[in-house]
């Protein structure tokens, strides 16, 4: 079965700490991407990569940091530098051609106390 | 750089139609639609490309004016698994996605 999973669905964090959110991909894609949502608000973009090792920043990178060393893997890091964490993440995958529709993971509710 | 969706909300009857609007202050290589429900991903309904191509949802259409850099989602006889929240994404640089605040539609019996 190709997707994405993205583990865990929920995360509890103590303020000051930094987690790191998974998010894996069995559908060869080589465009990935992370997403913030909050109520009212949509999608924001965090980050994207196009290949492996390579990223940028989209318009809330602040606070967060992303990796790439493999392919099927783009693990991003709420760092305690992020002023407001707490949110639902939503990971991302497309090829990166012209039909480049986006298959979303199911998603993590992080939650700092 | 988020486009702007309108309405932020609509509630229709079965079989209602409805339009919702996305509009883009920066050029743009496609849109994008797609659907979320409630706790769930969202889900792909359409992209559109400049020139008029199209790939998508065999009941729902769009349209995309590449001028004024806007498109539109037609709900037509819409059903009640249509609610849920609709998303436009813009794409404007190679793989560099926007997406709006979303328009939440509910469609009752």
């Known amino acids: 079965d190709g997707g994405i999973t993205q583990s865990p669905k929920y995360l509890f964090r103590k303020e000051g700490q930094n987690v790191t959110l998974s998010c894996e991909q069995n559908?060869?894609?080589?465009?990935m991407y992370w997403y913030r949502q909050d109520p009212g608000q949509g999608l924001r973009l965090i980050y994207y990569?196009?290949?492996?090792?390579?990223?940028q920043k989209g318009d809330i990178a602040e606070g967060y940091s992303v990796s790439r060393e493999k392919k099927e893997s783009f693990p991003l890091t709420v760092t305690s530098a992020q002023k407001n964490p707490t949110a639902f993440y939503l990971c991302?995958?497309?090829?990166?051609?012209?039909?480049?529709?986006?298959?979303f993971g199911p998603g993590t509710r992080l939650t700092v106390l | 750089q988020q486009p702007v969706q309108s309405p932020q909300a609509v509630i229709l009857r079965e079989g209602e139609d409805a339009v919702i609007n996305c509009s883009s202050s920066?050029?743009?290589?496609?849109v994008h639609w797609y659907r979320q429900k409630h706790g769930e991903a969202p889900i792909f309904l359409m992209i559109?490309?400049?020139?008029?191509e199209q790939k998508g949802h065999d009941k729902i259409s769009a349209s995309f004016n590449e001028k004024k850099q806007q498109s539109s989602l037609y709900l037509t006889a819409s059903q009640l698994s249509y609610s849920g929240t609709y998303f436009c994404?813009?794409?404007?640089?190679?793989?560099?996605?926007?997406f709006g605040a979303g328009t939440r539609l509910t469609v009752k019996p």
């Open positions: 991302a995958s497309s090829v990166t051609g012209v039909y480049n529709e986006q298959f």
């Open positions: 559908l060869n894609h080589d465009a």
């Open positions: 990569s196009q290949i492996v090792n390579d990223f």
């Open positions: 920066k050029a743009l290589y496609s």
């Open positions: 559109l490309l400049k020139g008029g």
């Open positions: 994404g813009t794409e404007i640089g190679n793989n560099d996605m926007r």
